[in-house]
């Protein structure tokens, strides 16, 4: 079964940059549908981008035009690349792998965005 690892959390200024980076293990990693996920304190995980094996890209509204998803199927990894950071951007953001109807997620990478 694949497993994640997230890294590239960290605490950053307002209008700040972070890049995360998700590693997968396994050998179909050019098969999954991959995605970032968050979840603020007492709020419910929600989706913040996803990318399929095709190529597509979804994001959410509030994340457009400052967030960037892209994934290296030769390394196993994803990344999202979050420029223009706001307060609420803060959370645990989450990677996650889809195949098959079979779900993994990562541990989790606390992002902190404060002055």
């Known amino acids: 079964q694949v497993q994640l690892v997230e890294s590239g959390g960290g605490l950053e200024q307002p209008g700040g940059s972070l890049r995360l980076s998700c590693v997968a293990s396994g050998s179909i990693f050019s098969l999954y549908d991959m995605g970032w996920y968050r979840q603020a304190p007492g709020k419910e995980r929600v989706l913040v981008a996803e990318i399929t094996r095709g190529g597509s890209i979804n994001y959410a509204d509030s994340v457009k035009g400052r967030f960037t998803m892209s994934r290296d199927n030769a390394k196993k990894m994803v990344y999202l690349q979050m420029n223009s950071l706001k307060p609420e951007d803060t959370a645990v953001y989450y990677c996650?792998?889809?195949?098959?109807?079979?779900?993994?997620w990562g541990q989790g990478t606390q992002v902190t965005v404060s002055s």
């Open positions: 996650n792998a889809r195949f098959r109807g079979v779900t993994v």
